[in-house]
T-cell receptor
Framework: AQSVTQPDIHITVSEGASLELRCNYS??????LFWYVQSPGQGLQLLLK??????LVQGIKGFEAEFKRSQSSFNLRKPSVHWSDAAEYFC???????????FGTGTRLQVFP | DADVTQTPRNRITKTGKRIMLECSQT?????MYWYRQDPGLGLRLIYY???????NKGEISDGYSVSRQAQAKFSLSLESAIPNQTALYFC???????????FGPGTRLLVL
């Protein structure tokens, strides 16, 4: 079955430290891949997406993600985290076969000063 | 103004009551979706609609119904609310041939 896995439920980092959030997908063919962020009390905001082409994609708020076909991964990174990045992050995948967007279970990021 | 709006933003109701959550969008998208979010489970699809005459069940449609009143409006109803329907509900839109979905701010529902 098609699925998206975010292995880390909760991550804590210090402000200014680098960040990597993991995402793995299980699909027959490479799906379209997305990262969304949900700030406390807010809806989901699209950070970035990968459809094809360059495997390193840039998003908003200084985030980037790298698609690695060999590892079925689409990890989100930021070189220096700010306190305002504290939020929940969701990886999602879309396949034309199912015509649906499937979400991972989310990773909650906590940032210490 | 927000592109996707949801009303109400918060709702407390009692078991057995019928409630409706509403979603409106100004993006001009044909596709609309209802999801629920539960801690540790991510977002799960309840219903979706690809145009006004098209309604489809999602992953967890039992206990819910929907109405697509117009291209811009998509309502979710709980005919007889139960406590395990306590969750955060999101509406989303998407255009044809565009896989990106755009989300509303969510409705937090508590069923007592």
């Amino acid at each position: 079955a098609q699925s998206v896995t975010q292995p880390d439920i909760h991550i804590t980092v210090s402000e200014g430290a680098s960040l990597e959030l993991r995402c793995n997908y299980s699909y027959g063919a490479t799906p379209y891949l997305f990262w969304y962020v949900q700030s406390p009390g807010q809806g989901l905001q699209l950070l970035l997406k990968y459809f094809s082409g360059d495997t390193l994609v840039q998003g908003i708020k200084g985030f980037e993600a790298e698609f690695k076909r060999s590892q079925s991964s689409f990890n989100l990174r930021k070189p220096s985290v700010h306190w305002s990045d504290a939020a929940e992050y969701f990886c999602a995948a879309y396949s034309y076969n199912t015509d649906k967007l499937i979400f991972g279970t989310g990773t909650r990021l906590q940032v210490f000063p | 103004d927000a592109d996707v709006t949801q009303t109400p933003r918060n709702r407390i109701t009692k078991t057995g009551k019928r409630i409706m959550l509403e979603c409106s969008q100004t993006k001009g998208h044909d596709r609309m979706y209802w999801y629920r979010q539960d801690p540790g489970l991510g977002l799960r699809l309840i219903y979706y609609s690809f145009d006004v005459k098209d309604i489809n069940k999602g992953e967890i449609s039992d206990g819910y119904s929907v109405s697509r009143q117009a291209q811009a409006k998509f309502s979710l109803s709980l005919e007889s609310a139960i406590p395990n329907q306590t969750a955060l509900y999101f509406c989303a839109t998407g255009s044809d041939n565009q896989e990106t979905q755009y989300f509303g701010p969510g409705t937090r529902l508590l069923v007592l």
